[in-house]
T-cell receptor, first 120, second 114 residues
Framework: GEEVAQTPKHLVRGEGQKAKLYCAPIKGHSYVFWYQQVLKNEFKFLISFQNENVFDETGMPKERFSAKCLPNSPCSLEIQATKLEDSAVYFC??????????????????FGPGTRLTVL | DQQVKQNSPSLSVQEGRISILNCDYTNSMFDYFLWYKKYPAEGPTFLISISSIKDKNEDGRFTVFLNKSAKHLSLHIVPSQPGDSAVYFCAASRGSGGYQKVTFGIGTKLQVIP
């Protein structure tokens, strides 16, 4: 599609429950990113993929968080055993890299509308 | 430790006047800078960017200025319009290839008063 799609829009989980978020990147985009936005507006980078391969996972919490981007499926971010501090808006973004003719594409990540996770 | 800092949480400007949003960064490895605009309940939308080899980039009413020695950039919006009211995020990355993670500031909420 022409936009990054994220589902669900809202997700409520009890502490300790599992949460799974989905992202469909823009068709043709090779890179997918996950960011977490907590209350003070600060965006935290979690993980990025180049197609189905993990590209950069330096922001990913070692425990409880996992992510996948499988061929012909939406990308997913899963949180096992959610905690109160996981409450945030999770944004997915996608980008396309490489050249178009002799022109470099600009570094632009297109963001989805986000999934608001509330852990009670 | 915040690597991209937006020290003004909010800004109010009269319609038609200039809006100036400021941003500072601490990481010398950043060489590509972006501004994103965000409305409530939506994802950030790319606005304008600048490479570290430039000191100015202009796109319509939006101009971004970069002062590398001061590690400072600013976004100028002239003339400001009510539709510009949103949260503006300054962001930075190492490289402009589109595959690098982006480090965001905490945003400045701009209100343009009709």
């Amino acid at each position: 599609g022409e936009e990054v799609a994220q589902t669900p829009k809202h997700l409520v989980r009890g502490e300790g429950q599992k949460a799974k978020l989905y992202c469909a990147p823009i068709k043709g985009h090779s890179y997918v990113f996950w960011y977490q936005q907590v209350l003070k507006n600060e965006f935290k980078f979690l993980i990025s993929f180049q197609n189905e391969n993990v590209f950069d996972e330096t922001g990913m919490p070692k425990e409880r968080f996992s992510a996948k981007c499988l061929p012909n499926s939406p990308c997913s971010l899963e949180i096992q055993a959610t905690k109160l501090e996981d409450s945030a808006v999770y944004f997915c973004a996608s980008s396309q890299t490489g050249t178009s003719g002799r022109l470099w594409r600009r570094n632009e990540q297109f963001f989805g509308p986000g999934t608001r996770l509330t852990v009670l | 430790d915040q690597q991209v800092k937006q020290n003004s949480p909010s800004l109010s400007v009269q319609e038609g006047r200039i809006s100036i949003l400021n941003c500072d960064y601490t990481n010398s490895m950043f060489d590509y800078f972006l501004w994103y605009k965000k409305y409530p309940a939506e994802g950030p939308t790319f606005l304008i960017s600048i490479s570290s080899i430039k000191d100015k980039n202009e796109d319509g009413r939006f101009t971004v200025f970069l002062n590398k020695s001061a590690k400072h950039l600013s976004l100028h919006i002239v003339p400001s319009q009510p539709g510009d009211s949103a949260v503006y995020f300054c962001a930075a990355s190492r490289g402009s290839g589109g595959y690098q993670k982006v480090t965001f500031g905490i945003g400045t909420k701009l209100q343009v008063i009709p």
